[in-house]
T-cell receptor
Framework: EAQVTQNPRYLITVTGKKLTVTCSQN?????MSWYRQDPGLGLRQIYY???????DKGDVPEGYKVSRKEKRNFPLILESPSPNQTSLYFC?????????FGPGTRLTVL | GQQVMQIPQYQHVQEGEDFTTYCNSS?????IQWYKQRPGGHPVFLIQ?????EVKKQKRLTFQFGEAKKNSSLHITATQTTDVGTYFC?????????????FGAGTRLAVHP
């Protein structure tokens, strides 16, 4: 089944404790992206990757890092999480027109 | 920067009533995509509109792209409880050669039986 998976689905952490949210897709897509969703703001792009080893900032990249060492994986790294990064995060991949979203990761930073 | 404004933010209807959400931009859109997100779920692609004045239908859903390609709408006829969710429009930008989506804030639809 074609899908985008994310882990963990839920995470509660404390300020400053480094964390990684994994994202994997099995559709051989070159393009992958991370979004955060906050009430009233829709989805905002954090980072995207056009291919392996090619990443670039989206609209809200501050406080986040990404890496793309393999085509299928695109982890999101929060080196020192802060409470304003409490949000719902979606990974997405695309082979052209349509973006396929993962199930989401709800992150709470205390 | 680029921005798509979506209205209303929230709509509450009785089952069987119609529903419309609008997406507006101050600049010409290359194309517009529509997504649906069920409560607790993730955005799911519904459709893409590319041509000026384009109208597409999916069962009870009708999607329109304005003649000037600055606005779009999604109309649901005779809503059902299964239509509950948030509907997002998104402009697809090919700026710099990459596939970027700029989302509107979404319209949350509640349908009461």
């Amino acid at each position: 089944e074609a899908q985008v998976t994310q882990n963990p689905r839920y995470l509660i952490t404390v300020t400053g404790k480094k964390l990684t949210v994994t994202c994997s897709q099995n559709m051989n897509h070159e393009y992958m992206s991370w979004y955060r969703q906050d009430p009233g703001l829709g989805l905002r792009q954090i980072y995207y990757s056009m291919n392996v080893e090619v990443t670039d900032k989206g609209d809200v990249p501050e406080g986040y890092k990404v890496s793309r060492k393999e085509k299928r994986n695109f982890p999101l790294i929060l080196e020192s999480p802060s409470p304003n990064q409490t949000s719902l995060y979606f990974c997405a991949s695309s082979g052209g027109r349509t973006q396929y979203f993962g199930p989401g990761t709800r992150l709470t930073v205390l | 920067g680029q921005q798509v404004m979506q209205i209303p933010q929230y709509q509450h209807v009785q089952e069987g009533e119609d529903f419309t959400t609008y997406c507006n931009s101050s600049t010409t859109l290359s194309n517009i995509q529509w997504y649906k997100q069920r409560p607790g779920g993730h955005p799911v692609f519904l459709i893409q509109l590319v041509k000026s004045g384009e109208v597409k239908k999916q069962k009870r859903l009708t999607f329109q792209f304005g003649e000037a390609k600055k606005n779009s709408s999604l109309h649901i006829t005779a809503t059902q409880t299964t239509d509950v969710g948030t509907y997002f429009c998104a402009e697809q930008s090919f700026s710099g050669g990459y596939n970027k989506l700029i989302f509107g804030a979404g319209t949350r639809l509640a349908v009461h039986p």
